[in-house]
């Protein structure tokens, strides 16, 4: 069923205290689902270590999202908040503000999952502070790019491989991207 609530005006609800619980709802649905899916997909190899303690995918999920929903002594829910207001480019469509919950969710996950592995293998632990310890001493950024992280010395280069860059992907034409349904349709009409 498609919902009827916009998560940008969503997003604006919440950032002025005055989001109804059934607009929270359905944002952590969202958030879930996407949870999941990028948990199905990002992390194949983790459910080897979750299986362990008999989580299920869905569990680790809700687990994962759940300090976004987390309210202060005055009702706020502050991460979203805080996210949402220090985002840039400032977030005014509605294809942004989905673009920036999936971004949200992601950050959140990879926390938690990088919290999962630490508990479980004490080695990788030690090797994922000593990789952090010198990207910070070094001055490099870590780039999550098409499911990858890369260690880059400067935002501004980042030659991975042959992908194109944003001027690129931005002169695409809009009929790539559009439901196949419909070009299948178009070719057939001319």
């Not at 080695?123 to 010198?134: A, G, Q, R």
């Not at 790019?145 to 809009?174: C, H, M, Q």
Request: net charge neutral; charged share 25%; proline share 3%.
């Amino acid at each position: 069923m498609k919902s009827t609530y916009s998560v940008l005006q969503i997003f604006h609800s919440i950032c002025e205290n005055k989001s109804s619980r059934s607009e929270v709802n359905n944002l952590i649905e969202l958030s879930h689902n996407y949870a999941c899916t990028y948990l199905k997909y990002r992390y194949k190899n983790l459910s080897r270590v979750l299986m362990a303690e008999d989580l299920t995918l869905k569990e680790i999920a809700i687990d994962a999202i759940a300090p976004l929903f987390e309210r202060n002594e005055n009702g706020e829910l502050t991460q979203i908040i805080k996210a949402f207001n220090n985002w840039t480019p400032k977030i005014e469509t509605e294809e942004q503000a989905v673009f920036f919950l999936n971004r949200l969710v992601a950050k959140s996950i990879e926390k938690y999952a990088s919290e999962l592995l630490r508990q479980s293998d004490p080695f990788f632990s030690k090797i994922l502070d000593s990789v952090n310890y010198l990207i910070d001493k070094n001055g490099y950024l870590k780039k999550f790019i098409i499911g990858t992280t890369y260690i880059v010395e400067n935002e501004n280069i980042i030659k991975i491989g042959a992908l194109p860059d944003r001027g690129f992907i931005s002169e695409l034409p809009i009929e790539l991207f559009t439901d196949k349904k419909m070009q299948f349709q178009k070719y057939l009409i001319t």
